[in-house]
């Protein structure tokens, strides 16, 4: 059975007419169809594709940070998501089920007014309050100071992130997704807003996880990174999973024209 098992998952975004326009219904875009795919225990993906292929939505779709339209999410055997029952599970449950992802944004998204260090403890310290983590505080620094001792930035623990460069900054962002300890981290283009001099700082924390079987979901345009790194490449245009496969395979050799395409164009910009 794979760690994680996605089927058949849709999302549709609700638009309204533009101005002008004699028919006020909402119009109904389609993000996202008919995704299917698994990724195994120490197994990691890179997702690739044009901006607005779906990509990130996919994401958000697997954190519950959007809700899925249609179709089922599974971990470890139990669904988490499951779009015929989902109106019935409470706020509390879709906490609890975000758990089991950890998510790094592309605008490293940190708390300004909050330390690296506390930046990384604080959604362990909320989840203790809440009966969901039973480490101790204590326990949670000592872990927090780890996870940034891991990423270099042992003497950037009391640091704000005004204080950190772009690099710096995404760091303590990948420590903080890892300190609930999450089945599977999730990248949302992790280097685009970064500088060329700090992407490679970045990329080598990440390629560190992979090397420790760390499971993985990476949507990257990095294009040498994604097959030098995941163990499969997920190709995705207009919404749709349009090729999958190993990774050195899919990039070197695609078979679909489509990601022919794509990898032709990326090359030419490269």
């Known amino acids: 059975m794979a760690l994680l098992e996605v089927r058949r998952l849709e999302k549709y975004f609700t638009v309204p007419k533009p101005v002008g326009s004699l028919d006020l ?11 299917n795919f698994d990724l195994e225990k120490g197994e ?36 988490l998501f499951d779009a015929a029952k ?34 990384v403890t604080l959604a362990p310290l909320l989840a203790a309050k809440e009966g969901r ?22 003497d950037r623990m009391e640091n704000y992130p005004h204080q950190l460069s772009g690099g710096q900054q995404q760091r ?8 609930l300890e999450p089945d599977i981290l999730c990248f949302d283009e992790p280097t685009s807003a970064l500088d060329p001099e700090l992407t490679g700082e970045v990329l080598r924390v990440i ?14 345009h990095e294009m040498a990174f994604a097959r030098d790194v995941a163990d ?19 990039i070197n050799h695609p078979r679909e024209e489509r990601t022919k395409h794509f990898l032709a164009g990326y090359s030419k910009q490269s």
């Not at 594709?49 to 249609?70: D, I, M, Q, V």
């Not at 983590?133 to 042992?154: C, D, P, T, V, Y």
């Not at 996880?209 to 990476?218: E, F, G, P, Q, S």
């Open 25 to 35: 219904r909402p119009r109904q875009i389609q993000v996202l169809r008919d995704i």
């Open 172 to 179: 303590v962002a990948i420590a903080r997704a890892l300190a």
């Open 86 to 119: 989902w109106k019935s599970v409470s706020e509390e449950q879709v906490r609890q089920k975000r758990l089991h992802f950890g998510m790094v944004f592309q605008s490293f998204n940190l708390f300004p007014q909050f330390t690296a260090l506390e930046n």
């Open 44 to 79: 990691a993906i890179s997702v690739i594709g044009s901006s607005g292929s779906g990509k990130t939505t996919l994401l958000r779709c697997l954190n519950f940070l959007e809700t899925p339209t249609a179709g089922t999410i599974s971990v470890n055997g139990e669904t």
């Open 207 to 220: 390629r560190e996880l992979a090397v420790k079987n760390t499971t993985m979901i990476i949507v990257t």
């Open 232 to 250: 499969r490449v997920i190709f995705m245009d207009g919404g749709v999973i349009v090729e999958q496969g190993d990774a050195r395979e899919v």
């Open 133 to 154: 983590n039973k480490a101790s505080e204590a326990e949670i620094r000592q872990r927090g100071e780890q996870l940034l001792e891991q990423m270099g930035l042992s």
